[in-house]
């Protein structure tokens, strides 16, 4: 869920994430749609996995027309002297014939102390995500989260939020048709 690199002003972050307490699922609450993501996405997550070499598996996944979309990578800390939440994420695309690597940014700009809501984003300003471990984030909770990245120079006005399905629609979702990779052809086609 990650791309662009910029020279834009420097972004505040947080420091002394502990990627043991962010690894797991996280909802997609709201993003700046990139090209890069199925266009009409549902029930959006990204599921995070600690490995034993200290990188983060990826696995962010979407609903479409009934079908599921996914793709995989990799993320590490962009400076590993840093305690700054400033990681590298790296896809292999097409996700049906992994042979091109995309790195972008992927910067922690705010995380509830308890790790149940996160604001991601990247310095260029073109992507921003608002993730939550719950399918629903408090009203009050998102507002803030907004004005933070409002403050920080983003285009809010181009923010969409994510919908999510019933626990029970969800669930049912799971065992969806996988659509192969073919949704990141639409989505970089701009369909």
Request: proline letters at 6%; aromatic letters at 10%.
């Amino acid at each position: 869920m990650v791309f662009g690199k910029s020279k834009e002003p420097a972004m505040q972050v947080v420091k002394g994430v502990d990627l043991q307490r962010y690894q797991g699922k996280w909802y997609e609450i709201a993003n700046i749609p990139s090209r890069f993501q199925p266009k009409g996405g549902r029930n959006t997550t990204a599921t995070y996995a600690l490995q034993p070499d200290g990188t983060v598996h990826v696995l962010n996944e979407t609903w479409v027309d009934g079908k599921r979309a996914s793709i995989e990578g990799k993320a590490w800390k962009a400076d590993p002297n840093s305690d700054e939440a400033k990681l590298v994420v790296r896809f292999w695309v097409p996700p049906f014939l992994p042979v091109i690597p995309v790195d972008g940014d992927y910067w922690v700009m705010l995380l509830d102390s308890d790790y149940r809501w996160a604001l991601v984003g990247q310095p260029s300003r073109n992507y921003l995500w608002v993730l939550s471990r719950t399918p629903e984030l408090n009203e009050e909770v998102y507002s803030q989260m907004i004005a933070h990245a409002e403050q920080e120079g983003y285009d809010i006005s181009k923010l969409k939020k994510t919908p999510h399905d019933d626990a029970a629609t969800m669930e049912a979702s799971n065992k969806a048709e996988n659509d192969k990779g073919t949704w990141w052809l639409k989505s970089v086609l701009g369909k």
